[in-house]
């Protein structure tokens, strides 16, 4: 049967002016990091993507080395999009990345023009797409000069491969000058992809001062910390988590008895605030309004649904936040 969007799917999602540019973003966005890939149940990717659309879900965030195996994850997208999507395509906002590693010799990884345009055309190619509305570079080569990498972004852009580029995993000095290379080559950037969560906090301490006073978008992914900051592991290691995944990235010793009381504890919080710890997680990120979106990865239909009621309560008081840094001290 083929596929037909809710028309309610514009009514109550949030979308937010991405930096200084023309784009808006859905508060939250689905990243296709795991449970995309060929290892995984076509028809559950299928019924996740229905349902993100369903609900305002515009962005879909994927990389060239996103599986398993790798570009598995932008084949299956791909498969879906010409089959489901395809009269939806300019209502979607589409973004692959390149940096990690993708193909044996020297030009399959990292920074060079060389690797970033090859690449991309491989994710084009993957999706059947003309082009990517954003491209970012997934990590900083520190091999390769700022200016070779970034002139490849503004190419890729001139090339009409894609509309917009981003950078991922940049720390805040770095990202000012890539920022800067961007703006002069004109070809600004919109967006920077960082991790962000309860459990890891670096990007206050520079990086959303960096992107608000020069006008950048903030997508943090794993804002979940991969399922840790939900209730999922409270009672141990469930069989059908990522932790416990043989193709997950989660390590099983990243959970650790430390770490599952201070999520214990936020769950209780959590509770008095009427909200499941996922949706607390991800309403602590958007209360700040320096972020654009939080880019979530889901292993089932329900998550998309538990974690998009975050939007039923973004306000913390005084007191919950400060009962929230007490508990990650
Ligand atoms: N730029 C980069 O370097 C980079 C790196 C990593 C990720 N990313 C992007 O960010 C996206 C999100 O990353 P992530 O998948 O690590 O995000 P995340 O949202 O922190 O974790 C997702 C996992 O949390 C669990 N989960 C999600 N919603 C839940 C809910 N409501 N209740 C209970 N459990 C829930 C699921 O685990 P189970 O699978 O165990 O059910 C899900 O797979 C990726 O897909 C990718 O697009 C980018």
């Given at each position: 049967m083929s596929y037909s969007p809710s028309d309610k799917r514009y009514d109550s999602m949030e979308y937010r002016r991405?930096?200084?540019?023309g784009l808006v973003l859905p508060a939250v966005s689905l990243g296709l990091?795991?449970?995309?890939?060929?290892?995984?149940v076509l028809e559950n990717c299928r019924k996740i993507l229905h349902l993100a659309f369903d609900s305002g879900i515009t962005h879909f965030d994927l990389a060239n080395n996103y599986g398993p195996p790798a570009g598995s994850a932008e084949e299956n997208f791909g498969r879906i999009l010409k089959q489901d999507f395809h009269s939806y395509r300019d209502q979607l906002i589409i973004s692959s990345k390149a940096g990690?590693?993708?193909?044996?010799?020297?030009?399959?990884?990292?920074?060079?023009k060389k690797y970033l345009v090859a690449s991309l055309d491989q994710s084009l190619k993957r999706m059947g797409l003309?082009?990517?509305d954003i491209f970012y570079h997934h990590r900083p080569d520190p091999n390769t000069p700022l200016e070779e990498t970034m002139a490849a972004l503004d190419l890729i852009v001139r090339q009409g491969k894609a509309l917009y580029v981003g950078i991922s995993n940049y720390k805040a000095e770095e990202a000012a000058q890539a920022l800067k290379i961007l703006k002069d080559l004109g070809t600004p950037c919109l967006i920077h992809q960082p991790k962000y969560s309860m459990f890891e906090r670096w990007v206050e301490g520079g990086l959303l001062d960096l992107l608000e006073k020069e006008g950048v978008g903030c997508i943090p992914f794993s804002p979940l910390a991969q399922g840790l900051l939900t209730n999922k592991y409270l009672k141990g290691i469930p069989e059908d988590s990522r932790a416990a995944k043989a193709t997950g990235f989660l390590q099983e010793s990243e959970i650790t008895p430390e770490k599952v009381q201070k999520v214990q504890k936020l769950n209780e919080l959590a509770i008095k605030r009427d909200q499941t710890l996922a949706q607390m997680a991800l309403a602590w990120i958007l209360r700040?309004?320096?972020?654009t979106s939080v880019l979530i990865g889901v292993s089932r239909p329900e998550q998309v649904t538990d974690s998009l009621q975050c939007f039923r309560n973004t306000w913390f008081s005084a007191e919950e936040l400060a009962a929230i840094d007490t508990i990650l001290k």
């Open positions: 991405c930096g200084h540019s990091w795991h449970n995309f890939g060929h290892v995984d990690y590693y993708m193909w044996p010799g020297p030009y399959g990884e990292w920074g060079s003309d082009y990517v700040d309004k320096r972020v």
